[in-house]
T-cell receptor, first 113, second 110 residues
């Protein structure tokens, strides 16, 4: 099925550990995004990539890094996880034409203990 | 003041009711207005999209944009238990980034 695929779906990390969240889309979208979603805070943009080879900071980039590996893939890395990074992480890609709507993945539930 | 304000609810209605969900915004330059639906433990999915002012209808769903009042609405007619979800409004200037409301939690009771 066409869409955005995120892995893993669940992860528990210890404080200080690192991990990479993977995201891939097969819709030939240029723009890709990483969000975190927390109760009472809504969706907050971490990083985005307008096109292959470019990345930019969003609202809450501290503690994260990203890589736009190719047009399909956009990964998010936590170098030294902290409990404040416990959240649900969503990757999304954006339609370049028509309604410009975002297509989201199903999310990664991350707990940092 | 947030750029987009949305009452988080929760909103609880009986099956068959008409539901009205709303957002207000402060930036008069916004041109693209969207409603997303998010089921529990799922990613948001685009439900309705409107460019500039006016109404748009899709089945039981109607989206309205009133730019003069900086107010957008989503109406759900003949609501069903399957409509139980969180509804997020989002808007943009037409660039890459969307500005999101916090979402309204809706429960439709059989």
């Amino acid at each position: 099925n066409a869409g955005v695929t995120q892995t893993p779906k669940f992860q528990v990390l210890k404080t200080g550990q690192s991990m990479t969240l993977q995201c891939a889309q097969d819709m030939n979208h240029n723009s890709m995004y990483w969000y975190r979603q927390d109760p009472g805070m809504g969706l907050r943009l971490i990083y985005y990539s307008a096109s292959e080879g470019t990345t930019d900071k969003g609202e809450v980039p501290n503690g994260y890094n990203v890589s736009r590996l190719n047009k399909r893939e956009f990964s998010l890395r936590l170098e030294s996880a902290a409990p404040s990074q416990t959240s649900v992480y969503f990757c999304a890609s954006r339609n370049q034409q028509g309604n410009y709507g975002y297509t989201f993945g199903s999310g990664t539930r991350l707990t940092v203990v | 003041q947030k750029e987009v304000e949305q009452d988080p609810g929760p909103l609880s209605v009986p099956e068959g009711a008409i539901v009205s969900l709303n957002c207000t915004y402060s930036n008069s330059a916004f041109q693209y207005f969207m409603w997303y639906r998010q089921y529990s433990r799922k990613g948001p999915e685009l439900l309705m999209y409107t460019y500039s002012s006016g109404n748009k209808e899709d089945g039981r769903f109607t989206a309205q944009v009133d730019k003069s009042s900086k107010y957008i609405s989503l109406f759900i007619r003949d609501s069903q238990p399957s409509d139980s979800a969180t509804y997020l409004c989002a808007m943009s200037l037409g660039g890459r980034k969307l500005i999101w409301g916090l979402g309204t939690s809706l429960a439709v009771n059989p």
